[in-house]
């Protein structure tokens, strides 16, 4: 059983894609926000397309999206049901010319994904789901397929890791697993095709022991839990997506419910962080 508002949903995936196309290659203003992340007229583009998309979708549920993010936490605190959303996630790929961005709208109820959607602009291939749903990989045109994540690796242990964002424990965490699985893959894909990864089960772990921010992470948070996998903070629990001053995560951990490791990575990564 899917939810009554997903299709629609990654109806505006797609237009938001097709919002920031014409961009993609071309010569591009970047702008520094507060935080020093780039912005540019694509993410300003994909926005307007899903704010307004989603508002008349449904009106009474609130749009907290990357680029509209200055809402008072006061306000934000009473939403039970809210979009959270990230435009254009990777915008440091996009601006590269590669195709690893993504447009990410998650549904949040009671601070837990109910659930995701995650597009690929340049392939038009759209990845959704949501914890007890399933989760499916659907490419233009094509009939969507199932996808769940591997209990164990094919061949090689299976790492993803940003491919520009890291830190020391990070570091020291890629080394543990290399110790521990011998024969160990890195994987390095920008934005949130990271968890898409897992969830179609061409990977085994994504540890970021390194910021993100919370729309950064729960569309594809969806994703991978509709696929049999978790995401976790390092005391163990799903990384959850209550109202809080600033829209920091904490350190995580992506990787299949049943991975028989997971307690040993827990364990490590709270010892590291
Ligand atoms: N220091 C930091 N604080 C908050 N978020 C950060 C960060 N460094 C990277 N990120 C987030 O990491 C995302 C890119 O992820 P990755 O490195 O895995 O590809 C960025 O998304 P945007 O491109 O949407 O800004 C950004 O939000
Ligand atoms: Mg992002």
Redesign the pocket.
Known sequence: MTHPLLPAVIDLVRQAGEAILPFWGGDLAVTEKD?????TAA?LAAHKVLDAGLAALDGGIPVLS?EAANIPLAERAAWQRWWLV?????????ISGSD??TV?VALVEGGRVVFGVVGMPVTGRCYYGGAGMGAWCQDVDEEPFEVSVRVAPDEAFTVV?????SSPAQERLLAWLAERFGDLQLAS??????FCLLAEGSADCYP?L????Q??TAAAQGVLEGAGGEVLDLAGKPLAYEAREG??NPSFLALPVAAEWRAELIQLARALD
Do not use: M, Q
Request: aromatic letters at 10%; charged letters at 35%; a negative charge.
């Open positions: 935080d020093a992340s780039p912005v993410d990357e990230d435009p254009l996630d990777g915008t440091k790929e996009f690893e961005f990410n890791a940003s491919k520009r964002h894909i920008g934005s949130s095709l990271k970021r390194a910021p993100t921010s729309w950064d829209f920091l």
